[in-house]
């Protein structure tokens, strides 16, 4: 069989469960995403607790800019590596610029200790730019955040759907929303970050790359891709107090372990 007809096959053998994920998600809608994100992400709530104690607005968002593009390869689930993050800027604010604090940061890390060198080199291609930036420079990649997207892309020599980029993206837009107190959808041209999570869930449905195929889910149920990510990503974890909070916070809590579940 050719790869073309595997694919074929595939498809028309998923397409009832097809239907039903784009059924559950027009049900839930960006606000059911927005919700997911802000009361239920651990990932948020670490953003939260770090915002308080920095009291920076401008430090606070290069962090997550920042932290963000060193994601990969964790030794620890996301919602670990966020929080120990948080927690450690939280006392030790940078006094002497990003690399100079990940250098120190990094080594002791416990959910990030693979590839450091390669990782503090990254920082040192995105720290110049990060330095240009003012607040209202921040608050206009707010309301524009493809083109932080493309900017990124650019420093890290990267594709602009590459996972670290998109993502970087998303914690901004999770950072800015904290620092600005105003909700901005993301760009429904920003592709999912395909990670571990999400590739394997993917592929219950379709043999396909995952940024390709959301992306088409994302335009037939009108929610940006990176906003499927945040009601997807969390509940795919399996996190104990991940799921007490859906259950208090989101009246359609059935329908996203129905998605978990699919």
């Excluded at 927005?34 to 920076?56: G, P, Y």
Aim: glycine share 2%.
């Amino acid at each position: 069989m050719t790869l073309d007809r595997f694919i074929a096959v595939k498809h028309k053998e998923n397409k009832p469960k097809i239907e039903r994920l784009k059924e559950i998600l027009k049900e839930l809608g960006i606000e059911c995403a927005r919700t997911i994100e802000e009361k239920v992400d651990l990932q948020f709530s670490a953003l939260e607790h770090l915002h308080k104690n920095l009291k920076n607005d401008e430090l606070f968002i290069k962090l997550v800019i920042a932290n963000a593009i060193v994601s990969y390869q964790l030794t620890a689930t996301g919602e670990e590596w966020w929080w120990e993050f948080a927690e450690y800027f939280s006392s030790n604010p940078p006094e002497k610029g990003i690399v100079d604090a990940y250098s120190g940061f990094l080594p002791a890390s416990q959910t990030n200790r693979r590839l450091t060198a390669a990782k503090i080199k990254r920082l040192e291609k995105l720290e110049p730019f990060l330095i240009k930036l003012k607040l209202k420079d921040l608050k206009n990649y707010y309301y524009s955040m493809t083109s932080l997207r493309n900017d990124l892309a650019e420093v890290l020599n990267s594709k602009r759907n590459a996972k670290t980029i998109v993502f970087a993206v998303k914690m901004f837009g999770y950072a800015g929303r904290i620092a600005f107190k105003e909700f901005i959808p993301y760009p429904m041209e920003i592709e999912i970050p395909d990670d571990v999570r999400i590739n394997a869930y993917t592929k219950r449905f379709i043999n396909e790359l995952p940024t390709s195929f959301w992306s088409r889910i994302a335009e037939d149920v009108n929610i940006p891709p990176l906003h499927i990510d945040s009601i997807l990503w969390p509940v795919l974890g399996k996190h104990t107090e991940v799921k007490k909070r859906l259950k208090k916070y989101c009246s359609k809590a059935e329908l996203i372990f129905e998605l978990a579940s699919l």
